[in-house]
């Protein structure tokens, strides 16, 4: 690669002594020529200095994984696998409530319910319908129930003497829609709204069938 001095060609590996008068002073045309190439190796510096930086802080975070879903800055990727980190704020502590269509408002402490589905849950977790067998067995409702092996859940025969009961749920910030989902498959949150209702047997029917 080479270069133009006063109108020159020369290479890369030469560079002719600069021209001065007899005062020591360069001519314009030196003054502009050595203005460019100290703009030019300020340049080239910024430019391995800015690379620098970006390498160094890859290569400080190519440890760790970006904070996400509740979990600490702990998880590390090692080769292919991921270990994860501390899953927060997963334990239930506020106080909990149930709307019984016809029925009424019930209030329960998610400390005192425990599973029925010890397959599905871990301790300390639990189903919407445990809410309700929790409320039976506490003496606030009086629910009778059965679990159907075909459709591998649990299901309401009565609350206080009637049938044909479902239900509707959603986490806080949710809304309200159709439910399909298996009763004593449906984690409870704190803050979720749980409310039953008497519903067709014809739907219910319909419904069950789709769960065999």
């Excluded at 002073?25 to 203005?35: D, F, R, T």
């Excluded at 190519?62 to 501390?86: A, C, E, F």
Aim: charged share 20%.
């Amino acid at each position: 690669m080479g270069w133009c001095y006063s109108g020159k060609f020369h290479t890369a590996a030469y560079r002719p002594p600069l021209e001065v008068d007899s005062n020591g002073n360069m001519s314009v045309l030196e003054k502009k020529e050595v203005a460019q190439l100290g703009v030019v190796t300020m340049r080239t510096l910024m430019f391995v200095l800015l690379n620098a930086a970006v390498c160094f802080t890859l290569i400080s975070c190519s440890d760790m994984v970006p904070n996400r879903g509740g979990l600490d800055n702990s998880r590390k990727v090692m080769g292919d696998s991921t270990v994860i980190g501390t899953i927060q704020k997963t334990e239930l502590a506020l106080p909990g409530e149930v709307f019984i269509k016809g029925v009424g408002k019930f209030n329960f402490d998610p400390g005192k319910v425990q599973t029925l589905r010890k397959d599905i849950f871990r301790t300390g977790h639990f189903s919407v319908f445990d809410v309700l067998a929790y409320l039976d067995v506490s003496g606030e409702i009086d629910m009778k129930y059965h679990f159907d092996e075909r459709m591998n859940t649990y299901i309401i025969d009565t609350i206080n003497g009637q049938k044909n009961w479902w239900y509707k749920a959603y986490y806080h910030g949710g809304w309200s829609e159709n439910n399909n989902f298996r009763m004593d498959y449906f984690p409870y949150k704190d803050r979720m709204y749980i409310m039953l209702f008497r519903s067709s047997k014809k739907s219910l029917n319909t419904l069950f069938m789709n769960l065999k």
